[in-house]
């Protein structure tokens, strides 16, 4: 008795997958219509997508941080792509407060947003402008104010 698995080649793997997915009516095309796709869209409305710059958090771990920012805001969160994330909202209200509230880090790290857009391929595009979070510690009381700041700040550009 032979205990030696057959051995497959390329060439004939290859060959078996050209024909596997090799479609009887060439050149036939699939029009979708907006009817088509409406309910799904009208269902990711009130969705952003957004990435952690620099960082790739595992779902359940942002699934968990943005329900504790935004409580009960939150319908459900998906990965799209790598370390990219769609967020779902319980309304397109509820979604907007969220775009036009405050910056959001996650583990110091600037959280991108933009609101979901059937039409957009979401991907991570070069960065030009990043929200930062600077520490002064122990600055006197007397440099709080915007002026004084402001100095101290130009100097880090």
């Not at 205990?3 to 009516?25: D, G, M, Y």
């Not at 935004?70 to 769609?86: C, E, G, P, Q, T």
């Amino acid at each position: 008795m032979n205990s030696t698995p057959p051995i497959l080649h390329s060439a004939s793997v290859l060959r078996n997958l050209e024909n596997s997915f090799k479609c009887s009516s060439k050149g036939s095309k699939v029009k979708i219509e907006l009817e088509d796709i409406e309910e799904e869209v009208n269902l990711w409305k009130p969705s952003i997508v957004c990435y952690v710059l620099g960082s790739n958090p595992p779902l359940h771990i942002l699934e968990g941080f943005t329900k504790r920012i935004w409580k009960d805001k939150v319908d459900k969160v998906r990965m799209l792509a790598y370390s990219i994330f769609n967020i779902r909202f319980n309304s397109i209200d509820d979604r907007d407060s969220v775009l036009n509230g405050s910056y959001i880090f996650f583990n110091r790290r600037p959280v991108i947003m933009k609101s979901w857009d059937p039409n957009t391929n979401f991907k991570k595009k070069d960065v030009k402008v990043i929200p930062i979070w600077i520490q002064l510690e122990d600055l006197d009381l007397k440099y709080w104010r915007q002026k004084s700041l402001f100095k101290i700040v130009e100097i880090i550009n």
